[in-house]
């Protein structure tokens, strides 16, 4: 049985030719930015275990206020390295609409981790149950803070994919102002 109806099946238009096709198209359209904050995840993962690791283990601070300390401190240079390398924003921002949600989902991050950090704590203890309890809080929350970043804070507002080499112009979009 056929498609018939000029490539549509069912009388809906045909999605995806090639099932193989999209994940090449959302590679092509958002793999810069996923590459850089992946790689500021790493950062971020790196300062803030080695804190939380340093004020649990070395210090002996209690795993919940521990984890305050580590992801309060670790949350500047997540910050700056994704405003300044991931979504390239030298200049203006620092406005409302730029910090506060990513000030919120760092607070979220936050009370999720040390929720998370205080009960595993209280059952097991130790210094690796406390560092798994943190990042595997924050890796719950890693695709939602990308989208957000993404498309509310300093990537792409219009909805639509990044601009892609040629695409990509000087910068300024037609017709802005």
């Known amino acids: 049985m056929g498609t018939g109806h ?4 069912l009388g809906f238009p ?6 193989l096709s999209l994940p090449a198209r959302l590679w092509r359209e958002y ?5 850089r904050f992946s790689r500021v ?3 971020n993962v790196f300062i803030g275990q080695s804190l939380l690791f340093l004020f649990h283990s070395a210090i002996g601070w209690p795993g919940a206020f521990a984890n305050m300390a580590a992801v309060a401190i670790s949350s500047w240079p997540a910050y700056w390295l994704s405003r300044h390398y991931v ?14 949600p990513f000030w919120m989902l760092s607070f979220a991050g936050l009370f999720l981790s040390t929720a998370v950090v205080g009960v595993v704590d209280s059952i097991f203890g130790g210094a ?16 939602v803070r990308y989208l957000v970043f993404h498309h509310v804070i300093w990537g792409d507002r219009s909805g639509g994919p990044e601009p892609t080499g ?12």
């Open 6 to 9: 000029g490539g549509r099946s």
């Open 14 to 19: 045909s999605v995806v030719a090639n099932p």
């Open 31 to 35: 793999g810069k930015t996923l590459v």
């Open 41 to 43: 995840s790493m950062v």
């Open 87 to 100: 979504w390239e924003q030298e200049q203006g921002g620092h406005t409302v609409g730029e910090i506060a």
């Open 128 to 143: 690796l149950s406390v560092q798994l309890a943190n990042a595997g809080a924050f890796a719950a929350l890693w695709v």
């Open 166 to 177: 040629d695409e990509a112009g000087d910068g300024a979009e037609p017709g802005s102002d």
